[in-house]
């Protein structure tokens, strides 16, 4: 399923520079969205502005006054943002007595305050006009936990608490809040966060189909959407049965 028309809106992407971002914004761009997007990468950034025919905007999530910066310039330059796609996102895979300060506050920064500033700022737009979609990007990790992944896994969980209670806030109110949850994706993560996927199952799915699972369930009103779906199936385990989980999650990892 593809986005409806969506002519005369205006969208943001973050993390748009690869992966699920720059999948996003395309598909959002050819069902007729003005597109934003937002990345690291100045370069990889303006080819996805320019197959989009959007504006690219180079910037740093971990960099609270520069996420900040970021939504005041869409909404001066536009006036309105109609859906917002938080997407960026940032991984490290060890102990975490590896970890140093930094990493630490890059990750929470990226993966949580980030999409929280963003929300916030153009939240009131949207309440205002009575419409608006605003879009996650979680991890299965957010909801099991992920040994040697611990404050990722924990960035994540608080992204998914927080799409949960934004949408309870909104309840009724012409927002739509959808999470995706993705088990695995070939995208750039892997390679960044110092360690590649060592598992034959979940098997990863594309940034397209990623893309599109997360707009399709924006967009036809859905708060959660897992990806692969049978991924449901754990997290049901856990929350109804978490010692029994917990075991099994020991036991095959």
């Known amino acids: 399923m593809r986005p409806p028309r969506l002519d005369g809106t205006v969208a943001l992407v973050t993390g748009a520079s690869s992966g699920i971002g720059a999948a996003a914004a395309t598909r959002l761009a050819a069902a007729g969205a003005r597109v934003f ?7 990889r950034l303006a080819a996805v502005a320019d197959a989009a025919e959007g504006t690219a905007i180079p910037c740093d999530l971990t960099d609270p006054d520069l996420t900040a910066a970021l939504a005041n310039r869409v909404l001066d330059v536009a006036g309105r943002v109609d ?16 970890m140093t300060d930094g990493q630490i506050q890059a990750l929470v920064a990226a993966n949580l305050t980030a999409p929280m500033l963003l929300s916030r700022a153009i939240l009131p737009g949207m309440l205002s006009r009575g419409a608006g979609h605003i879009g996650f990007v979680g991890s299965i990790a957010g909801r099991l936990g992920v040994r040697e992944e611990a ?3 924990g960035t994540k ?3 998914s608490v927080f799409a949960d209670s934004l949408r309870k806030e909104t309840t009724g109110r012409g927002i739509v809040v959808t999470e995706l949850v ?6 750039p993560f892997f390679v960044r966060r110092g360690r590649p996927y060592p598992r034959r199952r979940p098997r990863p799915v594309t940034p397209d189909q990623a893309a599109a699972a997360l707009l399709t ?7 959660e959407v897992c990806l692969p779906r049978w991924m449901y199936l754990p997290i049901m385990v856990r929350a109804t049965l978490p010692a029994t989980y917990r075991r099994l999650a020991d036991r095959y990892g």
């Open 37 to 43: 997007v937002t990345g690291r990468d100045p370069d």
């Open 83 to 98: 859906v917002l796609v938080n997407n960026a996102g940032q991984g490290w895979a060890g102990p975490l007595t590896g």
């Open 151 to 153: 404050v990722y896994a």
């Open 157 to 159: 969980a608080g992204l």
């Open 182 to 187: 993705p088990a695995v994706v070939d995208t």
């Open 217 to 223: 369930g924006m967009f036809s009103g859905r708060h």
